[in-house]
């Protein structure tokens, strides 16, 4: 697998090595030793989910403000553009965004560790999404942030108005956001 630092540090870009000849393709979507290595820390995952999106649909800013969630990120079905967002006040990147293409053709992951806001908008008609969680899913410790906040300026390639949910489309200013120390 090769694995690349993107604009914030502790974001990976993760691109396993895919076998492929006339009667499909083969890769190893997951290895904890190569992971570990990779990121140059243990993790472990308690949680494996897995959603559908129709296109246009714009998920998040999420994030846990306790028990945080580290994510990995990757497509089955379709493309995303999917955005990390450092939310670490401590952080010398804090405020700042990396974004990726990940879908189902380039097999592309996404390492998201805990201390980020996580979201992602679907280019392709729909998308399944799945992803591995460090920690469990806790509704009274989600939080979201505005997808569009100003202060972000995340450059969202989006061609008509993102679909929200109504908790998304309520989100907080990145500036009135509970954050991580």
């Given amino acids: 697998m090769n694995v690349t630092r ?47 999106s129709a296109q246009h649909v714009l998920r998040g800013l999420h994030y846990q403000i306790k028990q945080p969630q580290g994510k990995l990120v990757r497509v089955v079905v379709g493309e995303v553009f999917d955005v990390a967002v450092d939310i670490r006040r401590s952080s010398p990147t804090f405020g700042q965004w990396a974004g990726e293409i990940l879908s189902a053709e380039n097999k592309k992951q996404l390492w998201v560790p805990e201390g980020f806001a996580h979201g992602f908008v679907v280019l392709s008609d729909n998308t399944e999404f799945l992803y591995k969680t ?46 991580f120390l």
């Fill in 6 to 52: 993107l604009a914030i540090p502790d974001v990976f870009l993760i691109e396993p090595r895919v076998f492929g000849d006339d009667r499909g393709f083969f890769f190893e979507s997951f290895n904890q030793r190569q992971f570990e290595q990779a990121i140059n820390r243990d993790v472990t995952f308690v949680q494996s989910n897995h959603s559908r």
């Fill in 134 to 179: 460090t920690d469990y899913w806790a509704p009274e410790h989600e939080r979201c942030i505005l997808w569009n906040d100003p202060d972000l300026a995340i450059n969202w390639p989006v061609s008509a108005a993102p679909i929200l949910s109504d908790k998304d489309a309520g989100g907080s200013t990145f500036k009135a956001a509970e954050v």
